[in-house]
């Protein structure tokens, strides 16, 4: 099969890392991967913020439960947020902060396309990928997002959108969940 289908095909979100550090060589190919998507107007709104020190990203994690007891309502969220054990990024050893510049009106499609080209580039060299959309609610998208920019140095002007987290699988990936079906019309 076609390498590049079968990467889109055979990647699982993985949610089990070993400890081993991304290789340098390789985290920059996907980094790259995600520098090459397609934007509108070409703008390329996105910055990356990359982290590496598991404490680092363990702090994260816990201060984004935090911030989310603080701000949210929702119970479901809540009893999230209040789980010790729940780890948003499942002890992954890199963790990419994608933030966005607003004020291009595809920012947010724009760096959706670089996490998939990320994602993608991550199955090619055979690392596991997380797409998280869970620490925009708990605190992206709550006035805590001040303190996060300040701390981890992200420009005035961009918008902290999503995280995705890679390492090396732990687990043999699974099938995946099934698609959908009737989501397509060829219509003539
Ligand atoms: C925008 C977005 C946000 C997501 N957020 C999370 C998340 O916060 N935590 C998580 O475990 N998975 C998250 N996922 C992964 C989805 O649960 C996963 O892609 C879906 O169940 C399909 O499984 P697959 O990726 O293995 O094909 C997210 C995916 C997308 C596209």
Redesign the pocket.
């Known amino acids: 099969m076609n390498e590049v289908i079968r990467c889109i095909k055979v990647r ?2 993985c ?1 089990s890392f070993s400890d081993e550090p991304l290789k340098q060589n390789e985290l920059e190919m996907i980094i790259e991967a995600g520098l090459w998507a397609p934007s509108g107007n070409n703008k390329q709104p996105w910055y990356f913020t990359v982290i590496r020190n598991k404490n680092t990203i363990e702090k994260i994690n816990e201060d984004a439960k935090t911030n989310a007891l603080k701000y949210l309502t929702d119970p479901k969220r809540l009893s999230i947020a209040k789980n010790k054990d729940f780890d948003l990024f499942y002890e992954a050893p890199c963790l990419v902060i994608v933030s966005a510049d607003m004020k291009s009106g595809t920012a947010v499609a724009d760096c959706s396309a670089a996490i998939q080209n990320m994602l993608l580039a991550a199955e090619s060299l055979q690392i596991g990928s ?5 620490i925009r609610r708990f605190w992206f998208e709550t006035p805590g997002v001040e303190k996060f920019k300040t701390i981890y140095s992200i420009p005035e002007e961009y918008t902290p959108l ?1 995280a995705v987290v890679f390492g090396y699988s732990s687990k043999n990936t699974s099938k ?2 099934e698609r959908r079906l009737n989501t397509v019309n060829y219509y003539n």
């Open positions: 699982r979100s949610r997380l797409w998280n959309g869970i999503f995946g969940p």
